[in-house]
């Protein structure tokens, strides 16, 4: 049978043995021997670099040294005490540029101590076991609704039911997690988010309310009414559109969606799949998305970014995976029409771009054309939020030092917020601080009651 | 290329390189093994009176270091376990087949003189070289009054050295053990007995560890253990310290040595050499590597005698004897000082912390609000513990900074017993 020229979309290209393979834990975990190999290299730095390059502050050094002992109770109590994701951030965080990028064994030796992994090896017996590491605190008669069950939300609500208070935690979708869930790659996490979340909310206290929205099945003034306080980590549920020609074509889907129904899928081999994809946007997401559709069989995939590979938000370790598995990664192109044959899509025709003299993007005018069965947006995603709405400034919620926003006895946490970043870690160390500041507020209002 | 050809006491050997009395060199087949690979001589597995005896099982136990496996081995197997004329038998054959290598036979029987009348002209017959007096083992044949039990009285040592000096030709090597206060006295014990040299340490009475499942010692046979000798590279230091003792003592200076304890390559046989042993035995290295390490023993110790123009062993045998003295003569005036190599710091920060904490408080943490490790020369001691965990080679080094002349304690004006000039 002769290769479709386009629309060329078909489930099951690889065999459910090699799909099941390509999907598998993409870096698999240390066993013990190997753990303390690598937990031996760390120098126990005083004051060390590495901490300081955790937005959580995990006391590194020290649960490596913990390891080394086999105190693994200790090592995961340093790791879940500073960052109760620590499962996921062990699997998902970009280590390289963040506490392994700081360790001063890159000096010498360009190797640093492999700490992503080492924190894995600390964690993993917590949820196998289903080990009891943190105490509900003692009920303090407050309820506190979350707003989001993603990692700054579940953050949240752990804190505060550590301290007594009780938490709803309220999300659109079917499960928790977020992104956890949703979004990250299945070969980083497999199926360990719904794990490491049953475990964390094994704490008690905690009470999940799924495909609840805001401001559409429930609003802003009716928690705050019935709650003492509300934290915000709604993330970003919209999806920015290329708004261009053929954007409408069949094939033409969002990158996060593509994500979700993978991370969702039970049948890989049932799940379709281009022959040709194009994947627009530089971020993880685009990365995400390009990666599995290798992974799931796509010949021939592309990612194209409007900017240079050093302008990409990401990470370099992401992109070199990327290019690894067999995705071509264009720059300095971006998409100008869509284009299609009956009602579905072929090609993306892209225009070449540079930077002008004042260092704005502008396009050269010479045109490039990628054929394409499939393509898939990654350029980026926004704030989606209705009904009363706090204070917003640039796409995002306005909170103060101690996250909270325009409105009294509202908190707000996660990418929703958009600090510096938008990492995992960076939305756990949200949620904490929120909920211990949330904690102050609410002690302040009693004294003064 | 230099010449590494020994003669201890009489006996040759193409290099210093022995292996120690122990499992290794149990029997034929083991032995074959290592002159084949290269090793000078052996010091044959301990042999005993008829009936021989019986072992357990599990004999070793290992300390492992921050990943390094074997830093220490402790072992509770006793001398040969195989009847006296196999080994016996074997030894004459080995020792036909290979002339030129030191063939020395470790020797343990009661301490009484018909015991090691009876036994010695056997070993002579074989053709063996020299008899090695087993006096060190402290486990097992010690309770038996033997090993140790020996070696720990200078009065018994002095006694069987005599008796085999009387009784046999061979030249007599006399095993010190370690498990004693002042390894002087023993060791003047052996020569004033006659004993033509000594060989030091024997291992060192230990428990490796405790199995906290089982709540009982390491090796454990069948839920009980028991005390053991302890050797390997963790043991290095207290052969070194004991070798210079006994090679800088007035009443046994100039005398054979042969140096034993964790010796695993060229540099630290190298270095019982200059604190003058004549030969050196190996074991826990050829037990954790095989016998093929000795291969880079001659190697590096031919290369690095090359470079330094030593012809001979005896040329740079026991130079380091007489830099080895008592506190009381060290300057007193010699001062240095840790210096920071800034381009080399990889900002761990250890030698701030172990300053800061263990010592001297002399190491900055940071300069102007950012990390920074840096010296205080007025608080330095020049004690050399930041330059030990620095992990970095030559980040830190020593320098020196004093300019009078010596002074030492013997005239110290705090020494109630000072020297005073008259």
């Known amino acids: ?449 | 290329m230099a010449d590494l050809s020994c003669n201890f006491v009489g006996v040759r050997s193409p290099n210093p390189f022995w292996l120690a009395s122990a499992p290794p060199t149990d029997k034929a087949y083991n032995v074959h093994r290592a002159f084949e690979a290269g090793w000078g001589g052996v010091v044959w597995k301990t042999l005993g009176e008829d009936p021989h005896i019986v072992n357990v099982s599990s004999r070793y136990g290992a300390v492992q270091w921050n990943g390094q496996r074997i830093a220490g081995l402790n072992n509770i197997e006793l001398i040969t376990d195989r009847p006296l004329q196999v080994n016996l038998d074997e030894i004459r054959q080995v020792k036909r087949d290979w002339p030129d290598r030191a063939m020395v036979v470790s020797l343990m029987v009661p301490c009484d003189e018909a015991s090691w009348k009876r036994i010695l002209p056997m070993v002579e017959d074989t053709g063996a070289d020299a008899v090695e007096l087993n006096f060190g083992c402290p486990h097992g044949m010690s309770e038996r009054g033997m090993g140790s039990a020996v070696g720990q009285v200078p009065e018994y040592i002095e006694m069987v050295a005599r008796w085999v000096k009387q009784h046999s030709r061979l030249p007599c090597i006399v095993k010190l053990t370690p498990n004693i206060t002042d390894i002087r006295k023993p060791a003047r014990a052996a020569f004033a007995g006659g004993a033509d040299a000594v060989s030091l340490i024997n291992t060192i009475n230990s428990i490796t560890s405790i199995d906290l499942d089982l709540m009982a010692p390491t090796p454990t046979v069948d839920g009980k253990g028991t005390h053991g000798g302890y050797c390997g590279p963790a043991v290095r230091p207290i052969a070194l310290a004991m070798v210079a003792e006994i090679s800088r003592d007035p009443v046994t200076l100039g005398k054979a040595l042969s140096a034993i304890g964790g010796i695993g390559t060229w540099r630290d046989a190298a270095e019982f050499i200059a604190l003058g042993a004549g030969t050196v035995q190996v074991c826990t290295a050829a037990m954790h590597y095989g016998f093929r390490i000795v291969d880079d023993m001659i190697s590096g110790l031919s290369n690095w005698m090359d470079g330094k123009g030593y012809a001979r062993i005896d040329d740079f045998r026991g130079r380091a004897v007489a830099n080895v003295t008592d506190w009381q003569f060290l300057n007193l005036n010699y001062d240095i000082k840790a210096c920071i190599d800034q381009d080399k710091c990889i900002q761990c920060g250890l030698c701030h912390i172990a300053c800061e904490d263990t010592a001297h408080q002399a190491i900055t943490r940071e300069k102007n609000g950012v990390r920074h490790f840096e010296v205080i020369d007025a608080e330095c001691v020049g004690c050399n513990l930041c330059m030990h965990v620095c992990p970095v080679e030559n980040c830190i080094t020593m320098q020196r900074v004093d300019n009078r002349p010596h002074a030492d304690w013997t005239t110290h004006p705090n020494n109630p017993l000072r020297v005073v000039a008259t």
């Open chain 1, 1 to 449: 049978m002769p290769r479709q020229e386009i629309a060329d979309i078909a489930a099951g290209r690889l065999s459910a043995a090699q799909l099941a393979e390509n999907f598998s834990d993409v870096s698999p975990p240390l066993d013990r021997q190997a753990a303390l190999t690598a937990a031996q290299r760390c120098f126990f730095c005083y004051d060390a670099p590495c901490i300081k390059a955790c937005p959580t502050a995990i006391d590194i050094p020290s649960f490596i040294r913990r390891i080394t002992t086999d105190n693994l109770r200790g090592a995961a109590l340093d790791i879940l005490g500073a960052n109760i994701f620590g499962g996921t951030c062990s699997r998902v965080c970009p280590t390289e540029i963040l506490c392994e990028g700081s360790c001063v064994r890159n000096r010498p030796e360009d190797a640093p101590v492999r700490i992503g992994a080492l924190q894995r090896y600390a964690t993993d017996w917590v949820y196998r076991d289903d080990a009891r590491l943190f105490e509900r605190g003692r009920d303090s008669g407050r309820r506190i609704a979350v707003v989001g069950a993603g990692p700054a939300g579940l953050a949240c609500a752990h804190a505060l039911a550590r301290i007594g208070h009780r938490v709803v935690v309220f999300d659109a979708h079917a499960k928790p997690g977020g992104l956890n869930e949703y979004g990250i790659a299945r070969y980083k996490v497999l199926d360990f988010a719904a794990r490491e979340i049953d475990w964390l909310l094994s704490i008690g206290g905690i009470e999940l309310r799924h495909d609840v929205t805001l401001g559409s099945n429930v609003a802003l003034a009716e928690l705050r009414r019935d709650y003492d306080a509300v934290f915000l980590s709604l993330g970003l549920a919209g999806v920015n559109a290329l708004g261009i020609e053929g954007e409408s074509l069949q094939g033409v889907h969002n990158a996060v969606d593509f994500i979700a129904v993978l991370r969702q899928s039970n049948d890989l081999d049932r799940l379709g799949i281009g022959r040709r994809v194009v994947v627009i946007g530089g971020g993880n997401t685009a990365i995400d998305a390009a990666v599995q559709s290798r992974k799931l069989g796509a010949e021939h995939v592309t990612l194209a970014y409007r900017r240079g590979t050093a302008q990409m938000s990401a990470t370099a370790a992401e992109r070199e995976f990327a290019q690894t598995e067999g995705v071509n990664v264009i720059e300095w192109v971006q998409p100008r029409r869509i284009v299609g044959s009956a009602g579905k899509v072929s090609a993306v025709e892209f225009e070449y771009t540079q930077l002008d003299a004042h260092g704005r993007l502008a396009g050269t005018g010479e045109l490039l054309s990628v054929s394409a069965d499939v393509v898939l947006k990654a350029v980026g995603q926004v704030l989606s939020i209705a009904g009363e709405v706090p204070e917003i400034r640039k796409g995002r919620i306005v909170v103060d030092v101690d996250y909270a926003t325009s409105i009294p006895g509202v908190w707000a946490g996660g990418d929703c917020i958009g600090t510096s970043t938008d990492l995992t870690v960076q939305a756990v160390e949200d949620g904490k601080r929120a909920a211990h500041a949330i904690d102050r507020a609410l002690a302040a209002a009693s004294t003064r009651g």
